[in-house]
C-alpha cells in the first residue's frame, strides 16, 4: 500500500487548507481511512476517520470538530481534509493512514498500519 499526501502550507489563523491523500495497492474502498498529525516535541494524534463508504461514518477529534471535515472519494482513491478556521495551534505534520484490516474503524494509531510521508501545515498567527 503507498500513501501520497500533499496540499500542506502555509496560512494565517483563520484561513484554510485542503490536505488530500492518495491512495494505491490496495482495494480502496473496502477500508476507512484516517488523518492524524504530529507537532513538534509531541506524540501523534488522531485527528479525523472516515468509514468504507464515506461521509455516512465520520469521526472527529474534539479539538477540530466543526472545522475540519473528511471526505473520500472511491472513484479516485483519495481521501480528502478541509480544514478551515484554522489556528496556530493546528501546526503540525500531517499524516494519512490504512487500518490494519478493512472492518477497523478507528481513531487509535495502533489500529493502522500503512503511513502517507507526511505533509507539513504551518499556521502563523
Known amino acids: 500500500v503507498q500513501l501520497q499526501a500533499s496540499g500542506g502550507g502555509t496560512v494565517q489563523a483563520g484561513g484554510s487548507l485542503r490536505l488530500s491523500c492518495a491512495a494505491s495497492?490496495?482495494?480502496?474502498?473496502?477500508?476507512?481511512m484516517g488523518w492524524f498529525r504530529q507537532a513538534p516535541g509531541k506524540a501523534r494524534e488522531f485527528v479525523a476517520a472516515?468509514?468504507?463508504?464515506?461521509?455516512?461514518?465520520?469521526y472527529y477529534s474534539d479539538s477540530v470538530k466543526g472545522r475540519f471535515t473528511i471526505s473520500r472519494d472511491n472513484t479516485k482513491n483519495s481521501v480528502n481534509l478541509q480544514m478551515n478556521n484554522l489556528e496556530p495551534v493546528d501546526t503540525a505534520v500531517y499524516y494519512c493512514a490504512v487500518p490494519k484490516a478493512s472492518a477497523i474503524f478507528s481513531m487509535s494509531l495502533r489500529d493502522y498500519e500503512y503511513w502517507g510521508q507526511g505533509t507539513q501545515v504551518t499556521v502563523s498567527s
Open positions: 472516515i468509514g468504507r463508504s464515506g461521509g455516512g461514518l465520520t
Open positions: 495497492g490496495r482495494t480502496f474502498s473496502s477500508y476507512g
